[in-house]
């Protein structure tokens, strides 16, 4: 797991989600565009029509090569939360005090 700046885990988190849309953008184009294209076409393909199978099977096959791309290429594994997670940590040590839910909630047991 890869250590980040806030900075750093910013601009990664934009550049995933700037890659997921482009992948999902595609993905639409292309099955749109045989759904449409190849609407008018009277061949089967395993008892469907040929602009299903290509549209819809040609859509998954290119969503789960473009997902490997996208997690070998794009994407990183980093934590969110590590700096949250140690300024608690940090601050429960300090104080020294630990609350029950009932006390924070105002709660009786």
Request: aromatic share 10%; proline share 1%; net charge negative.
């Amino acid at each position: 797991m890869e250590k980040m700046t806030e900075q750093e885990k910013h601009k990664q988190i934009l550049r995933e989600v700037k890659a997921t849309m482009i992948l999902i953008a595609i993905v639409a184009a292309w099955h749109i565009g045989f759904a449409f294209a190849l609407d008018g076409i009277d061949v089967l393909v395993l008892g469907m029509p040929l602009w299903f199978f290509v549209s819809t099977i040609g859509a998954f096959v290119i969503s789960v090569v473009g997902v490997a791309v996208l997690l070998k290429c794009v994407f990183k594994n980093f934590d969110l939360g590590e700096d949250m997670d140690e300024e608690t940590e940090t601050a429960d040590k300090v104080s020294g005090q630990f609350y029950m839910a009932e006390d924070v909630k105002g709660g009786e047991a």
